[in-house]
């Protein structure tokens, strides 16, 4: 096979390493950015995320990006008062007409479009498969929030559109009643096919109409995502189904929010920098305790993302 040697083994890496190509695509950790596309510009906005582009993040080694789908809407606000459009992003219920073009009706934004919008997702496709094209051993996967609810065939449009449904994973299996210990194939196996995009979406999935994205509750399971700040200890119990049964990939959420309540709504945003570095969230330290904290509950499972 191309990449290897006469006995098997790997002569180029496979995302990096030569020691991950023989490794099922659930048997390898893969660094992920929580609301990937939540970055500046604008600056200093209450719901970013991330202080570098998607580009950027890939370039940097993030092999996972989580991003929310969200129908934008048209505003009638000519002004774009931002009162207005706080008390949008805080209710959740914007009142104008939805956008009807295939395209433009899929964008990413946090929550809701009228606070910040990334623009359409068939755009920043567009970037992910430029990634892909420019570096032929690497596998990326897409963590997908249905916010708004879209119908796998509304997604299809944006994904044709961005030329990168080719390079997208579709399984030989299908979901099973037991859930897990499915035959993922080798990262050289998906290098190999070409199939270097793997796609899950948390609702609405439908792999009879569009096969290569895929129902994440079927294969995923996450740990606590509400992390109130500040947190003392990272817990790793299954939040995500609630139903107890393990599947064959864990996303370790590893993330704090700040949490203001306005009556009977709970407002979470992401942290400052400041706060981020103050409380070294992001340093090895703490990410070392979380993953042995994590080894407590999951023995030796892979941390996938």
């Not at 947190?231 to 864990?250: E, I």
Request: a negative charge.
């Amino acid at each position: 096979a191309p990449g290897y040697l006469a006995w098997g083994q790997a002569t180029e890496p496979c995302n990096g390493h030569t020691e991950l190509c023989d490794r099922a695509y659930n048997n390898v950790s893969y660094a992920c950015t929580h609301n990937s596309y939540s970055y500046p510009p604008p600056e200093d906005l209450l719901v970013l995320n991330q202080r570098r582009t998607i580009a950027q993040q890939l370039d940097d080694g993030v092999r996972a990006l989580m991003l929310d789908v969200v129908r934008p809407v048209v505003s009638s606000d000519a002004n774009g008062g931002i009162i207005s459009k706080v008390l949008s992003w805080i209710t959740g219920k914007p009142s104008d007409t939805a956008a009807k073009d295939p395209l433009d009706s899929v964008h990413l934004c946090h929550g809701s479009c009228a606070l910040i919008d990334k623009g359409k997702l068939s755009d920043s496709l567009g970037t992910i498969r430029e990634f892909l094209e420019a570096n032929p051993r690497e596998v990326v996967t897409l963590i997908i929030e249905n916010v708004s609810g879209f119908a796998a065939q509304d997604l299809r449009p944006s994904f044709e559109a961005a030329r990168i449904d080719t390079y997208a994973y579709v399984p030989e299996f299908s979901p099973t009643p037991v859930h897990n210990g499915y035959p993922w194939p080798t990262l050289a196996q998906l290098i190999a096919k070409n199939q270097r995009l793997v796609v899950f979406i948390d609702d609405n999935a439908d792999p009879s109409q569009v096969p290569y994205i895929l129902p994440q509750w079927e294969y995923v399971v996450e740990i606590p995502y509400a992390n109130i700040a500040p947190v003392k200890q990272f817990t790793c119990n299954q939040d995500r189904p609630r139903d107890g049964v393990p599947r064959d990939l864990l996303v370790m959420n590893h993330f704090a929010y700040n949490r203001v309540s306005v009556g009977t709504k709970n407002i979470d945003t992401p942290l400052l920098v400041s706060q981020v570095k103050s409380n070294g969230y992001n340093e090895l330290a703490s990410l070392s305790a979380h993953r042995e904290t994590c080894r407590a509950v999951w023995a030796d499972r892979i941390l996938n993302f």
